[in-house]
């Protein structure tokens, strides 16, 4: 028998217990993550690009629930399973993303707009495989931008904006040098920074580690931030998302805390990057996440 579960709050997808008739329980391991409730509603909290998304409509179902055992969960809408833009059946491997995944469902009001379901676009995303990637591909694809790291790149625009950037950003390349056992240093001007292959190749041994979900992940908050080193740092937990997202704007918010900035639109730009790198960071850490099983005595 499939488990079903309706969910009603944000609070679900990380206070959960699921029993399985009556000798055993299923509980997920990491989900009390301090900042993950707070990930989860920067996640989807204003309108973002599409990615491999459907046109929005109107809501046409009236619960969700997730169902699944053996490590494959569905989400189920009324009594329609969901279905990815190809028509496949949207199967997760682990149980918290699927429980997120069904809540970005269930706050949904009156019209279903995709570009707010950042855990169901990415999941999307690995299932169908639109571009017939494979998880080489996927990281190859996330080291290109490594060159032009936003945390490489110092233009040279005066004393004051060169020491910030060095006193925010020279402790987080600190520790991705020393994690990495590397020697990167910034790079003034346009040209990339100088990356040597064996350091390249040891943080794509790192990427390669996570399976295709979580790749997917880091492939989706680099493109966020333009960084690869401030996605590593936070999928570490060595910064927050909300500093991740701080650090890598950091010349914007010079610039504005001196001319100010454009009503509206600087916070909306800001606010859409903070939602997807949230989103980001928590497909990586449901598909890092363990399950534990425990059996009651008989």
Same mark, same amino acid.
Do not use: I, Q, R, T
């Given at each position: 028998m499939f488990n079903r579960r309706v969910l009603s709050s944000h609070r679900d997808v990380f206070d959960l217990e699921v029993k399985r008739g009556g000798d055993g329980s299923h509980t997920m391991r990491g989900l009390w993550w301090p900042v993950a409730h707070q990930l989860l509603k920067q996640a989807a909290t204003v309108t973002l690009p599409r990615r491999f998304l459907p046109e929005a409509r109107r809501r046409f179902y009236k619960n969700v629930t997730v169902a699944g055992n053996g490590g494959i969960y569905e989400v189920n809408l009324d009594l329609h399973k969901l279905k990815t833009p190809k028509g496949h059946t949207l199967q997760i491997p682990n149980y918290g993303l699927a429980l997120a995944v069904a809540q970005e469902w269930a706050v949904t009001k009156d019209k279903i707009v995709p570009s707010l379901m950042h855990l169901t676009g990415l999941s999307y995303t690995v299932i169908?495989?639109? =571009?017939h990637e494979t998880k080489w591909d996927t990281v190859h694809k996330t080291l290109e931008y490594l060159d032009t790291d936003t945390l490489l790149f110092r233009e040279d625009q005066g004393e004051e904006l060169n020491t910030l950037q060095a006193k925010e950003w020279g402790p987080i390349l600190e520790? &991705? =040098?020393?994690? &990495?056992?590397a020697d990167i240093k910034p790079c003034p001007g346009l040209f990339g920074a100088d990356i040597p292959d064996p350091v390249r190749e040891t943080i794509r041994r790192y990427l390669l580690s996570y399976?295709?979900?979580? +790749?997917?992940?880091?492939?989706?908050? +680099?493109e966020a931030l333009k960084s690869v080193i401030l996605t590593i740092a936070a999928a570490e937990r060595k910064i927050t998302a909300?500093?991740?997202?701080f650090l890598s704007r950091l010349e914007l918010e010079y610039q504005t805390s001196r001319w100010g900035s454009v009503e509206w639109a600087h916070d909306l730009d800001k606010q859409e990057v903070l939602a997807r790198f949230s989103a980001a960071l928590l497909f990586i850490h449901f598909n890092t996440w363990q399950a534990t099983t425990k059996h009651k005595s008989k």
């Open positions: 169908d495989n639109p =571009n520790w &991705f =040098n020393k994690k &990495f056992d399976d295709m979900w979580a +790749v997917n992940g880091f492939l989706y908050g +680099v909300e500093k991740a997202s």
